[in-house]
């Protein structure tokens, strides 16, 4: 079993940043790489970022050049760096523990964008 702990959610203004901290405990041996989703109101859940065990990042087309994924092994933890947030980034931001038998999800945190 892989937890997952999510933190750092919040209201901000429009061009505003928020960093969102993502631990794991358990099995994280297991853990292959560890993704970041996110669901806006009346949309499918979309993939954000993730970042593999060696540190190789991906993003989407959407948050490039604004969003920064990293983690920090020594604390077990995943980071998203969000600057120049814009309204359309409202949602419930997941992490993703991604192992070879399962997926694991943290609770999700609301991130709201607005003036």
């Known amino acids: 079993q892989v937890q997952l702990v999510e933190s750092g959610g919040g209201l901000v203004q429009p061009g505003g940043s928020l960093r969102l901290s993502c631990a794991a405990s358990?099995?994280?041996?297991?853990?292959?790489?560890m993704p970041w989703y996110r669901q806006a109101p009346g949309k499918q859940r979309e993939l954000v970022a993730r970042?593999?065990?060696?540190?190789?990042?991906n993003y989407a087309d959407s948050v490039k050049e604004r969003f920064t994924t990293s983690r920090d092994n020594a604390k077990n933890t995943i980071y998203l760096q969000m600057n120049s947030l814009k309204p359309e980034d409202t949602a419930v931001y997941y992490c993703?523990?991604?192992?070879?038998?399962?997926?694991?999800w943290g609770q999700g945190t609301q991130v709201t964008v607005s003036s």
């Open positions: 358990g099995r994280i041996f297991s853990i292959i790489f």
């Open positions: 970042v593999t065990n060696s540190g190789s990042t």
């Open positions: 993703n523990a991604h192992t070879l038998s399962k997926d694991y």
